[in-house]
């Protein structure tokens, strides 16, 4: 079995009883940033709540997963709630998007890191790129355990330091961390004309 259909199987698995779920907190909170229309991409979709959400705000929107049952239950979904969301299996690692293509990209709970330069030459000048992952100072066990797929203290800016910054959270273990957003990073870029 080669690993593509090796991790197809088992995130195949993973969303056979899976629902919709809310969006990435940092597109709810960002929403306002959200062009009126245009081409949304949603990365590593899963059920496709952060699709879902920037259709409802008036985009065409691609979403992009590796799970063939993930991508069907969100077709079923979109069709049933008349929303313009348009999903297809794909390995994006394997098959990143073309250069210009979307105003927005939203990925939330997966990392790549050698993916990051094809998604910022995915946007169209002034698109925006609304990133939520995990990052490796943590305060409880929520998140992957393997280190590769956490991000390192202002790894994410780094990464994306071609854009400008919108909007960044990155609160690791300040204050009282019984509140905020631990462990994740929230990430808001837009790129340069």
């Known amino acids: ?10 995130w195949d698995g993973h969303y056979a009883e899976a629902e919709l779920g809310a969006a990435a ?3 709810i909170e960002n929403a306002h940033l959200l062009p009126p229309e245009g081409e949304g991409l949603e990365i590593a979709c899963g059920m496709g709540a952060n699709a879902a959400f920037m259709a409802r705000a008036g985009l065409h929107v691609h979403a992009w997963d590796i ?4 991508i069907e239950k969100l077709q079923t979904y979109a069709f049933n709630e008349k929303l313009s969301v348009i999903g297809q299996i794909r390995d994006t690692v394997q098959d990143p998007p073309a250069e210009h293509s979307f105003d927005v990209i939203v ?8 993916l990051m330069p094809f998604l910022i030459k995915a946007l169209k000048p002034g698109g ?5 992952t995990f990052s490796k100072l943590r305060v409880d066990d929520s998140g992957p355990r393997n280190e590769a797929f956490r991000l390192g203290d202002n790894e994410l800016l780094s990464l994306c330091s071609s854009l400008r910054v919108v909007a960044y959270r990155e609160e690791q273990a300040i204050g009282d961390v019984s509140k905020g ?6 990430y808001v870029g837009q790129k340069k004309d």
């Open 25 to 27: 907190s940092v597109l």
């Open 107 to 114: 990925i939330s709970h997966f990392l790549d890191r050698q």
């Open 67 to 70: 799970s063939q049952v993930a």
């Open 1 to 10: 079995m080669s690993e593509i259909s090796a991790s197809q199987k088992k």
């Open 181 to 186: 957003y631990r462990n994740l990073v929230k």
């Open 128 to 132: 925006l790129l609304f990133y939520q």
